[in-house]
């Protein structure tokens, strides 16, 4: 790990008071809280965050980390010294005293996961320029499946553009923790720690492809399997599995699968145990396929997805089905809620109703009227938090949420609408 302590420290920029971002109280909030933090995180998930050696007085740093669980924020925070101004989804922001306390007490820099963001990448840089240290998740979504969601192009020209140093932070076993799908947490073995440190002269010579290779590389965390088993216990290791596994291996049946306690089914008679390592146990392979296949091997979660986005985008491709879902919905829920957003303000209840993806469109159903989003005007499709579907429409210039109080898959109208309008969607299925 390279230390910068004897380098000539960054020469903070001074703003009026009433425009700078980075202020006293926020380095008074982390120092009184992060003993308090760094103690919780140890009992409750067993973690074990590692001091940034290389930390330098008044140099404003970039870090970037993997995103696994909800709490990583904190996590990270206990490795650094200075307050870090985290970039956090704008839905924090639209909490009333709640957003303003959080404003108030560290700052974070809203962005809207359906839109690109040039207001957040202005807040970005006036927090580096007035030598505040910005973290990031580059990602911007937290795994559902253990392995790191793709970090977009965008990501990688930010960091050329900053001219500070970038420092690569990575949690180990932090998903088998807190799984986004997961109704529990569990206690077992965290860690997270600085892995390198990219300086501006090395970040100049590289391009933004090399950029983003590396970032994907260095942020992947352990994998669930192909390395020694790590416990977490908990209770209902399995309950809400159903919101990120949504194809049953044996009967191909959509939307069938169901949790309770550590066990996984399906009314065709699959059965699989969610093991305290993470990984599945298959206890029956339920019907025979009709084509005499045999069970595809799913070892852990991320195994299991991969199988059901091959398994969706070759679905997509057969004309035959994709005719027939034009009038016959891939996937249907009642009892949802759509909400329309405006940016770290306030959410707008619409309707309350039934959601259904079609081969063509997104129907949002109520009992007052009938809401059509062609897939052809839907911008990006997110999922924030373990379950609430967003989505850009372009017809309106507007940002929606699909919100339930049951657990349902938000992962499976994402993972569809994406192979949908795909020219050749079909995945590598290993």
């Known amino acids: 790990m390279q230390n910068r302590s004897s380098e000539t420290p960054h020469t903070e920029l001074r703003l009026p008071a009433k425009r700078r971002l980075v202020r006293r109280r ?50 990270m925070a206990v490795s650094f010294r200075r307050p870090i101004y985290f970039v956090a989804s704008d839905h924090i922001f639209r909490l009333g005293w709640v957003s303003r306390l959080i404003r108030w007490l560290v700052a974070p820099i809203p962005i809207v996961k359906s839109m690109i963001d040039t207001r957040s990448i202005r807040d970005i840089l006036t927090v580096l320029r007035e030598g505040g240290t910005v973290g990031l998740f580059p990602s911007g979504n937290r795994s559902f ?18 001219r500070v140093p970038v420092v690569l932070y990575r949690y180990d076993h932090g998903y088998l923790a807190t799984p986004r799908w997961s109704r529990y947490s569990r206690k077992g073995r965290v860690t997270g720690r600085v892995v390198r440190v990219l300086e501006p002269n090395e970040i100049a010579a590289m391009s933004p492809e090399a950029i983003q290779a590396l970032l994907a590389e260095t942020l992947q965390g352990e994998p669930v399997t192909g390395r020694p088993a790590v416990r977490f216990r908990g209770r209902r290791l399995a309950e ?17 699968l169901r949790s309770r306690d550590d066990l996984f089914t399906c009314p065709c008679g699959f059965e699989s145990r969610y093991r305290e390592d993470g990984r599945l146990e298959t206890l029956s392979s339920g019907t025979p396929r009709a084509d005499g296949t045999s069970l595809p091997v799913l070892p852990d979660v991320d195994a299991f997805d991969r199988f059901q986005q091959a398994h969706l985008a070759r679905l997509v491709r057969d004309p035959k089905d994709r005719a027939f879902r034009m009038e016959h919905p891939y996937f249907s829920d009642d009892d949802q809620k759509l909400v329309r957003t405006e940016r770290a303000i306030r959410s707008t209840d619409v309707h309350r109703g039934t959601l259904r993806l079609f081969a063509d469109r997104l129907v949002f159903e109520s009992p007052e009227s009938s809401r059509v989003f062609p897939i052809a005007t839907l911008g990006d499709v997110h999922v924030h938090g373990p379950q609430t579907l967003q989505f850009h429409d372009h017809t309106e210039d507007a940002v929606y ?30």
Not at 58 to 63: A, E, F, K, N, T
Not at 145 to 162: D, F, N, Q, Y
Not at 240 to 256: H, I, K, N, S
Request: hydrophobic share 35%; aromatic share 12%; charged share 20%.
């Open 26 to 75: 926020h380095a008074v909030v982390y120092t009184c809280l992060r003993p308090f933090f760094r103690l919780v995180l140890r009992w409750k998930y067993g973690y074990r965050g590692f001091r940034f050696q290389g930390e330098t007085r008044g140099q404003p740093y970039l870090v970037l980390a993997n995103h696994n669980g909800a709490i990583d924020p904190f996590m």
């Open 145 to 162: 499946t253990g392995s790191e969601m793709p970090i977009p192009r965008s990501t990688a020209k930010l960091v050329k553009h900053v």
């Open 240 to 256: 809400y599995l159903e919101r990120v596994l949504f194809v049953c291996p044996a009967c191909l049946g959509l939307d069938t």
């Open 401 to 430: 949420e699909v919100r339930s109080n049951r657990p349902r898959s938000a992962y499976k109208y994402m993972l569809a609408i994406t192979a949908l309008r795909t020219p050749d969607p079909t995945p590598t299925e290993t």
